[in-house]
């Protein structure tokens, strides 16, 4: 039955989530945002709460499949966490000490073993290198097995919580004259010798986020650290399967990483209905665009894009929990709620003026830390190819 | 129904509005797709199509098993897909086809008992029943709170003046509903019966519509008896709008559907520089782009439309679903004819006639009420 509300169960998470964004992180937006790559030690707090399930996950699981069998399960729910942690701080919520994006990518393709064995660690994502951005099937970093190990050697760049994490979901190709089918996803823990962190970025916004550059250089993992087959398929059904199972990633780590961007929306136009709202304007969702004055219509149409782009989100979310294929579904969120948020906290700034502008409110943050939303877990032209792909029926060759 | 609390967030149709969806696609295909270029270029509703689409019953669908109807009841959901699968064959088609239900509904919503046991027996006999609903007034800055038509109490009933403009059927409607303001009292609801002395129908000419029959309607000091005014208590008018609303982002959703169809295939069909336009991104981004907003637009309206039937609060969802429809449905017109160049803005193709349909979407008001 069509419904597009939240279940009661997931509604409370959200509710409990903003409780603990508006508490526990929002007061130290600012202080975090001044303090590049200073440690929150006060997000401790939060990530214990988090992991605990406490206000957080108590519920979470417990919303049960309907008679007619539909699921709202851990996609849905993250999209719901995720906008409202990123509703106190984006760069805050990237930064919780025990939570990584390389978390979801073992989650996703990981055994049962090295889910197990990996639950606890701190995990980010080793993808982009100074060279390959969007191009990820280019990427150079090599993986060659020797005994009962992989030896890594190769450069990252933009590791989010590189520096603060333990774990390491590293991109490796095993062979690169093979192309796409040869890139593989390896487990690696800090401090294996020759794995160093060499550089943390200076950033415009997200700035309590650590960003790191991270080299291998003979760096030895065991064997069994690698996500996936080990096998490089030669025919190119199968290197197109290959490379599919490494970037299958992306379809559960682009809502949630969509859902940042309406969090991060949610915040500044909240808080510019409220200034706004101090000098008299007041929103009755009544009057037609045409008639309301710029100022209210622009408010609007802010909101009537953050609730398409929150919606698109919470489809390609549901789709995920269903056992939906939901490729198309995933980009189509990622695009739309990366340029909403952009869209909508730069528009925020630029209606509160000169309040806006200023370092005394947290808009001209909201909006310098949207503009990554826009560009990370796949930048908004990348997501409009994929699209496109789909939607034409091409292939890369085809459409470039 | 289950509490809503209970439920799981869900975008699957129920078998029935399934089985539905394939009769409106169906009917949508061979009886408005394939007549609307024709229909658009003469001004004219294809013979006999009014009483082709009586026989999908839509009219009848809400009404109660004790009045003769389907006994389906409110059920904004199942309308929405409706008009979305009818405006996929033609926004103009729909609208008319639509137009009875939207009259139903609003007296099923709003109306006494009196008035459905009177009026709503009509529309289950399976013959096409004129109706519609009336509240757009001929003015640049028109808001639906102030209405200039005025309803004046008198010894026999109400006296009204004023006018109306872009009325779907509105040439000849047998049943409407008026929305005028009713001095003293705030907007009000009538049902006029035929054309009482006063009432005056005249054919409008827009850029868009044209295979819909659109009129404006003038009201002269006409007598309506104290049994028109619309139901025992005072009418909601932002419910009325709201409701409308859902079925207007409906007809929006399924012609840019349409579009979104039309323009993939002839993307990869047409070459040039030697192969299919579609393989250059300045091409290929307008169409993800036009099947991510649609998608947006799909999901707001949907969301609107199922709070409506769960009893919950919709308006703001409404509002904003039409605010973005308004908006959206009109870029995805314009890029729809930008995909085909020149011969987009011929004839030749549908593209220019929906970009012509769509720029209604954000006027409409008071029509295809849910």
């Excluded at chain 1, 415009?204 to 291998?216: H, K, L, P, W, Y």
């Excluded at chain 1, 830390?369 to 930048?379: Q, V």
């Excluded at chain 2, 926004?91 to 709003?110: E, K, Y």
């Excluded at chain 2, 593209?351 to 409409?364: C, G, K």
Aim: a negative charge; one cysteine or more; hydrophobic letters at 40%.
């Amino acid at each position: 039955m069509i419904n597009l509300e939240l279940s009661a169960a997931h509604q409370e998470t959200y509710n409990n989530l903003r409780m603990v964004a508006e508490h526990m992180m929002r007061p130290y937006s600012r202080k975090y945002d001044k303090e590049e790559h200073s440690y929150p030690k006060e997000l401790e707090e939060v990530a214990k709460l988090l992991e605990g399930g406490g206000g957080a996950a108590k519920s979470s699981g417990k919303a049960k499949p309907d008679q007619e069998g539909v699921k709202n399960g851990g996609n849905l729910l993250s999209v719901s966490a995720y906008e409202a942690l990123c509703w106190g701080d984006v760069g805050l919520m990237l930064s919780m000490p025990g939570r990584g994006l390389g978390n979801a990518a073992i989650n996703a393709v990981g055994t049962p073993e090295q889910i197990k064995e990996f639950s606890k660690s701190y995990a980010a994502m080793c993808i982009t290198e100074p060279g390959t951005g969007s191009d990820s099937a280019n990427i150079s970093t090599t993986a060659v097995l020797d005994g009962d190990h992989w030896v890594i050697n190769g450069e990252k760049i933009y590791v989010t919580a590189g520096g603060r994490c333990d774990t390491l979901v590293v991109w490796a190709t095993l062979d690169k004259s093979k192309g796409k089918a040869a890139i593989k996803s390896f487990i690696v823990r800090k401090g294996t010798p020759g794995c160093e962190v060499t550089r943390l970025e200076h950033k415009m916004g997200i700035r309590a986020s650590d960003t790191a550059a991270i080299s291998f250089s003979d760096c030895r993992i065991p064997r069994a650290n690698l996500l996936g087959s080990e096998e490089v398929a030669t025919d190119a059904e199968g290197r197109k399967k290959a490379f599919g199972g490494v970037m299958q990633t992306f379809d559960n780590t682009r809502p949630p990483v969509a859902a940042m961007a309406i969090g991060t929306a949610r915040a500044a136009l909240d808080m510019t209905r409220e200034i706004i709202g101090h000098e008299g304007v007041e929103l009755s969702f009544n009057k037609k665009p045409a008639n309301s004055s710029a100022l209210e219509a622009e408010l609007y149409k802010m909101e009537a894009e953050w609730e398409g782009a929150k919606l698109l989100v919470q489809k390609a979310a549901w789709m995920a929990d269903n056992g939906l294929p939901n490729s198309m579904e995933a980009s189509m969120c990622k695009a739309k709620a990366g340029r909403m948020g952009n869209y909508v906290t730069l528009r925020c700034v630029e209606l509160c003026q000169s309040l806006g502008y200023s370092e005394n409110e947290l808009l001209e943050k909201f909006a310098r830390d949207s503009k990554i939303i826009d560009i990370f877990e796949g930048t908004q032209q990348i997501q409009q190819l994929i699209v496109a792909r789909r939607l034409l029926g091409k292939s890369s060759t085809q459409l470039k | 129904m289950s509490n809503a609390a209970q439920q799981l967030f869900d975008l699957t149709p129920t078998d029935e509005q399934r089985m539905n969806r394939d009769t409106m696609q169906r009917f949508a295909a061979a009886e408005m797709r394939a007549q609307a270029k024709v229909a658009d270029a003469s001004h004219s509703t294809p013979d006999g199509f009014y009483d082709k689409s009586a026989e999908l019953g839509l009219a009848l669908l809400p009404i109660p098993e004790a009045l003769g109807g389907a006994g389906v009841g409110h059920a904004p959901i199942a309308n929405t897909l409706i008009i979305e699968d009818l405006a996929h064959g033609d926004m103009g088609l729909a609208l008319g086809a639509i137009s009875p239900l939207a009259f139903v509904n609003t007296v099923l919503d709003q109306g006494s008992d009196a008035q459905r046991e009177h009026y709503l027996p009509r529309f289950c006999s399976g013959e096409f029943v004129p109706a519609t609903t009336a509240l757009i007034e001929a003015k640049a800055t028109f808001d639906p709170s102030q209405l200039a038509t005025t309803a004046t109490r008198n010894a026999q009933g109400f006296s009204i003046t004023g006018s109306k403009s872009m009325v779907p059927l509105g040439l000849d409607a047998e049943l409407l509903l008026l929305i005028a303001e009713l001095e003293g009292a705030g907007p009000a609801a009538f049902i006029v019966e035929g054309t009482p002395a006063g009432m005056t129908r005249s054919e409008e000419a827009n850029m868009g519509l044209c295979t819909l029959q659109v009129a404006s309607l003038q009201f002269d000091q006409m007598q309506l008896p104290a049994s028109a005014l619309l139901g025992d208590e005072e009418f909601d008018l932002q419910r009325f709008l709201d409701l409308s609303r859902i079925g207007i982002c409906a007809l929006a959703v399924g012609t840019c559907q349409a579009i979104l169809e039309y323009v993939t295939e002839y993307v990869n069909e047409r070459e040039a520089f030697g192969e299919p336009i579609s393989h250059r991104q300045s091409v290929a981004f307008m169409v993800a782009d036009i099947a991510i907003e649609l998608e947006a637009m799909r999901l707001m309206t949907w969301r609107a439309a199922s709070r409506a039937e769960q009893g919950l609060e919709f308006h703001q969802q409404a509002y904003l679903a039409k605010t973005f429809c308004g908006e959206h449905a009109m870029k995805i017109g314009t890029d729809g004819v930008q995909l085909l160049g020149g011969h987009g803005f011929c004839r030749e193709h549908p593209v220019e006639m929906w970009y012509r349909h769509l720029r209604a979407i954000a006027i409409l008001d008071g029509v295809a009420s849910v």
